[in-house]
Nanobody, 119 residues
């Protein structure tokens, strides 16, 4: 069973920065994309940012210009640099690895890491 392990969450003041990292317990073949999602209390999980193995990135409008996603395919790691954090960024952040095998998509999820932006 592959496990995704996240690190880097915590409490930060508005305007501050945090970096989230996610790595896998073992290599996953046929990865097509890596990403970060978040879920705030009472809200649905939403995509924050994703990056394909071809380096195509996608960001939620609310984080464009503030967050940067990066990945290392060889090391099966994905990171999220979060700058200019706002209270509305408070959520549990989950990393995701998307695998495609014989046309089917399989998703791997981390356990989640709490990010709290508050003064």
């Amino acid at each position: 069973q592959v496990q995704l392990v996240e690190s880097g969450g915590g409490l930060v003041q508005p305007g501050g920065s945090l970096r989230l990292d996610c790595t896998t317990s073992r290599s996953i073949f046929s990865i097509v994309a890596m990403g970060w999602y978040r879920q705030a209390p009472g809200k649905q999980r939403e995509l924050v940012a994703s990056v394909t193995t071809g380096d195509s990135t996608n960001y939620a409008d609310s984080v464009k210009g503030r967050f940067t996603i990066s990945r290392d395919n060889a090391k099966n790691t994905v990171s999220l640099q979060m700058n200019s954090l706002k209270p509305e960024d408070t959520a549990v952040y989950y990393c995701n690895f998307a695998q495609r095998v014989l046309g089917r998509r399989y998703d791997y999820w981390g356990q989640g890491t709490q990010v709290t932006v508050s003064s």
